[in-house]
């Protein structure tokens, strides 16, 4: 059974990968480009899901399941893997712990004026006069209240923030205070001091916000993105930052990843750059290659219940 | 009756305690020599706890009752004070939040990397190879498990650390998954990823770490003093650094505040300055000034049962 990574993991998890699969014949590239005269003899396909096209799949002849160690599958040719009927499984579940430490530590720095803090110290400055707040008391809304989004709530309500959502159905849930669906949002958005978007890239989500609802929000207010880029129209974002329409945008996703040099959001004042991080840590690839292993235990003996089976129609 | 401040509030604060005391004459100083020509009048006076001498108590012929606005009684002259037999009080209680969120802010903007995403940024540097980690399942040990301490302790288990406590007794506390004494924490040393300490200056607690107890954490641990700076010799911490016995130092408090200009904690590798800044917010002063408030009520009618009485001899 040869299984094909289009990355290369560390050597730790390969040695791991090998010695709980001896009959396996991993080959690891580090990109697609570089596995594709492989393509055609691959069984198995690891994948970090930007990478594969229809004609990759089209040349893959042999492949009987494709594992994606990320969650977003918004660039997989899901058209040429169902023609294919291939199995698709992927690594949602793994994002919610980093995401929603990534999201509040972000409020706190922003609360507790850190970068600031650590430009006074670089110049040796001792200066307490700097407008710090707390997260006690204040009001957060959630874009996206799925698993991601509850786990931000969670935290949130142990600050003893207050805490809205926004989801599909408007229905209560948990650490939620108050839930609202995409169409009644608006009314939140003035009580308002934090805003993160955890949404997905859909036909419904795309470009949804606009230079009037951020004119709603309070002017001290942080937006933070750690969803998908095409949330905004960048000239959205621009706008609200040049009118200074609300406190600052941290952004984490965008529509061209990594968002290329000379991009105005990297000098914009009141936009603040991070390289979509926000699932990143250490603790990532062991977990990813935790799912891929219990599939691959599967795929080699009953092949029932996999985890996180992808419906190829639907997209997730 | 004439009340003296040794500190001038904002513009919101005087009103509203001009307007919520009508009776009450307030004479607002920006620091304690400009107030000293009145002190003889003042009956009572509010102070922020650093500033008063032994001299300015025995001016203070009329003065009943002293309102401190910060925890810290260490500066106090209350060996005057108690042979005056003037009533103290303080703001003890309103340092948790403010303190608690500090310290989760730093914990995870260390293992976010935040400072490095920050310089990146500067740079418009897309890189997300950063040693990221999170504050699941990482191990927390506070010195000093009061209030302070133990409501870090629930924040930290509401992100699932594993939490260990020092407190005079070893004895359970809420949030503690294990508790230890000063004589005892030793043992804990080697498991701690992040080291906190919230310890008060006592005969007690001062110089007691010393360069062999940072020896024994991991290499990479963090310690974080936001309690007083005479917990460690400042010989100590330099040593420390010097041999990256330890990831890294954040320093709120030290035995001389300000930290001094061209002090060598300032551009140590290994340690980070922060301006005394944990307790600091907006919300401090009208904290303060609420128990302020209801306590001058009380002294303007019964006299009893005040809010957070000062024991002169004991100094808590």
């Known amino acids: 059974m040869k299984i094909i990574f289009t990355f290369q993991p560390r ?13 396996a014949e991993f080959h690891f590239y580090k990109k697609v480009k570089e596995a594709e005269h492989e393509l055609a003899n691959a069984e198995v396909i690891v994948t970090m899901g930007e990478d594969l096209t229809d004609d990759h799949i089209e040349r893959s002849e042999k492949c009987k399941w494709i594992m994606v160690t990320s969650a977003g599958l918004e660039k997989m040719p899901l058209d040429a893997i169902k023609r294919r009927g291939i199995l698709v499984t992927n690594a949602r579940g793994i994002h919610k ?3 929603a430490e990534f999201s509040i530590g972000l409020m706190l720095q922003h609360a507790k004026q850190l970068q600031s803090v650590w430009e ?3 110049q040796a400055v001792w200066s307490r006069r700097l407008p710090t707040s707390e997260l006690y008391e204040a009001s957060l ?14 935290l949130a309500k142990a600050f003893r923030m207050n805490v809205s959502g926004v989801n599909s159905t408007g229905s209560d849930a948990d650490h939620f205070d108050k839930m609202f669906t995409l169409d009644t949002l608006r009314e939140q958005l ?6 993160i978007s955890v949404l997905p890239s859909t036909a419904r989500t795309k470009a949804i916000l606009k230079v009037d609802h951020f004119e709603e929000m309070k002017d001290t207010a942080v937006f933070i993105n750690i969803g998908r880029g095409d949330l905004v129209e960048e000239s959205v974002l621009l706008e609200v930052a040049e009118k200074k329409a609300i406190g600052h945008m941290y952004l984490d996703v965008f529509d061209q990843e ?3 040099e000379g991009h105005p959001f990297w000098t914009k004042e009141g936009i603040t750059v991070t390289p979509h991080l926000s699932s990143i840590t250490k603790k990532y690839m062991p977990r990813a290659l935790e799912i891929f292993k219990k599939n691959l235990s599967t795929y080699s003996n009953n092949r029932e219940n996999y985890i996180n089976v992808i419906d ?3 997209g997730y």
Chains 1, 2 share one sequence.
Not at 11 to 23: G, I
Not at 141 to 154: D, H, N, W, Y
């Open 141 to 154: 809304l959630i874009l996206g209240a799925g698993a991601i989004g509850g786990e931000i709530a969670r």
């Open 97 to 99: 712990i980093p995401m």
């Open 120 to 122: 006074q110290e670089k």
């Open 190 to 195: 003035p009580e308002a001091d934090y805003i």
């Open 312 to 314: 190829a129609e639907r």
């Open 258 to 260: 990594p968002l290329p």
């Open 11 to 23: 050597e730790e998890f390969v040695s791991d990968l090998k010695n709980s699969f001896p009959e």
